[in-house]
């Protein structure tokens, strides 16, 4: 029994949105007037209201990391326990108090009940069940341990929400100081700084070089600073919109990774999604080339991406995996080594979940090390520029009080 959004208008005009089941949407309808309700917009939840976005913005937006992880946590619960797929969705729809999360339940559940498997019903939600995800279902479906598989996911779910907000958390507080020092920069030489210099103005004295150069860097910020702010704003929507371009993006990625420092985070980061996503598809009983092209599909770095891609060929042509991507040079020394031990001895999810846990463990360090150098080096600049101002500014006036005691 198919799932259908509704929107309609109740006793007092005010407009109510849910999900229902039913045959059809004139039986929704009926459902609904049923309810002293007026429809409005009744839409199946189903593929091809997914790809017509703008009429289903409900299902648009998905759904967040936190709740996926839930809902897998209890699929997982409910069919170790027992449960037929069906009823573990019943089960879950019936817990979540999240509208969204529940109207994609029902669609799943409605087309599981028409015989779909688990993994057919969530690719109608690309947008919220990822290649990843929807691979691993079905080699969980086809081996019989659906269970085990959607455990594995919600716990890599899990983790990447964790990892995810230790990094997010960890740049807040200096972007909010950066932003912070330059707004307090910016309104010292606009507006403080020209109040204070006016009274020089009326003085026959010859300032110091200091202060000349702080009153025309105030002149130029405050004659020219609307323009730069604009051209920097031109500038980032200039780059968002080549980036766009597989061109431009597979440049500038490529660049990425030759800046030092930046190139070691970028391969880090990369490296430990791609291990990561290898190893549960791995483990799941996805084929090592099938895996392969899913992993790469994650990585965020193109670059990267076509290299594993072009590993992927190679190893479809009888080449081993670790040489493969060894041959792009994109990859850490130590991963090539752990995947190649794997391959070797037969234990390549176990390998690959090592490399996953060192690349995350160095990424987790190296962010840590910079945003803790990052904050004391912030401040002793911001420190810097008031003393370099108030300097400016006391020197005249020092030299002022020299003549008058002359």
């Not at 619960?77 to 994609?104: D, W």
């Not at 919220?128 to 995800?133: G, N, Q, V």
């Not at 807040?172 to 030489?189: K, N, S």
């Given at each position: 029994m198919p799932a259908f959004e509704y929107s309609a208008l109740n006793a007092r005009g005010k407009t109510e949105k849910g999900v229902l089941e039913g045959d059809s949407s004139r039986q929704i309808s009926q459902k609904l007037k049923k309810k002293s309700l007026i429809p409005l917009e009744i839409v199946e939840i189903s593929r091809t209201q997914n790809k017509k976005a703008n009429r289903v913005p409900f299902l648009k937006r998905g759904i967040s990391t936190s709740q996926l992880a839930i809902?897998?946590?209890?699929?997982?619960?409910?069919?170790?326990?027992?449960?037929?797929?069906?009823?573990?969705?019943?089960?879950?729809?019936?817990?979540?108090?999240?509208?969204?999360?529940?109207?994609?339940?029902?669609?799943?559940?409605?087309?599981?009940?028409?015989?779909?498997?688990?993994?057919?019903?969530?690719?109608?939600?690309?947008?919220?069940?990822?290649?990843?995800?929807?691979?691993?279902?079905?080699?969980?479906?086809?081996?019989?341990?659906?269970?085990?598989?959607?455990?594995?996911?919600?716990?890599?779910?899990?983790?990447?929400?964790?990892?995810?907000?230790?990094?997010?958390?960890?740049?807040?507080?200096?972007?909010?100081?950066?932003?912070?020092?330059?707004?307090?920069?910016?309104?010292?030489?606009?507006?403080?700084?020209?109040?204070?210099?006016?009274?020089?103005?009326?003085?026959?004295?010859?300032?110091?070089?200091?202060?000349?150069?702080?009153?025309?860097?105030?002149?130029?910020?405050?004659?020219?600073?609307?323009?730069?702010?604009?051209?920097?704003?031109?500038?980032?929507?200039?780059?968002?919109?080549?980036?766009?371009?597989?061109?431009?993006?597979?440049?500038?990625?490529?660049?990425?990774?030759?800046?030092?420092?930046?190139?070691?985070?970028?391969?880090?980061?990369?490296?430990?999604?791609?291990?990561?996503?290898?190893?549960?598809?791995?483990?799941?009983?996805?084929?090592?080339l099938q895996a392969m092209r899913i992993s790469a599909d994650v990585m965020s770095n193109l670059r990267m991406k076509k290299a594993v891609l072009d590993a992927s060929e190679r190893v479809r042509e009888g080449a081993g995996i670790s040489p493969a991507l060894e041959k792009s040079k994109c990859f850490p020394p130590m991963t090539i080594y752990l995947i190649a031990s794997g391959e070797s001895s037969g234990n390549l999810v176990e390998m690959l979940e090592h490399a996953a846990n060192s690349q995350e463990k160095e990424f987790e360090i190296i962010i840590s090390t910079i945003m803790g150098l990052f904050e004391p080096l912030l401040i002793v600049v911001m420190g810097g520029v008031v003393l370099f101002i108030v300097i400016a500014i006391l020197l005249p006036i020092f030299q002022l009080n020299q003549l008058v005691g002359a």
């Open positions: 809902l897998t946590r209890q699929l997982a619960t409910m069919i170790r326990s027992g449960s037929p797929v069906e009823g573990a969705l019943t089960a879950v729809i019936q817990q979540t108090s999240k509208p969204r999360v529940k109207s994609v339940l029902m669609a799943i559940r409605s087309r599981v009940r028409e015989g779909y498997s688990l993994a057919s019903a969530l690719d109608e939600f690309p947008h919220i069940f990822p290649d990843l995800y929807r691979a691993t279902v079905a080699s969980g479906e086809q081996s019989g341990k659906l269970d085990f598989v959607l455990v594995r996911m919600a716990d890599h779910v899990e983790n990447s929400q964790a990892l995810h907000s230790k990094i997010m958390l960890a740049m807040v507080y200096p972007l909010v100081l950066t932003f912070v020092a330059i707004l307090v920069t910016v309104v010292l030489l606009t507006y403080v700084v020209p109040k204070v210099i006016q009274v020089f103005e009326d003085i026959d004295q010859t300032l110091p070089g200091i202060t000349i150069f702080l009153i025309a860097m105030s002149d130029f910020l405050r004659n020219y600073g609307l323009y730069i702010a604009v051209l920097i704003a031109v500038a980032v929507t200039i780059f968002n919109i080549l980036l766009q371009k597989e061109s431009f993006k597979l440049a500038w990625h490529t660049l990425l990774l030759r800046i030092p420092g930046v190139a070691h985070l970028v391969k880090g980061m990369n490296t430990a999604i791609f291990a990561r996503t290898f190893s549960i598809l791995a483990g799941s009983g996805v084929n090592a």
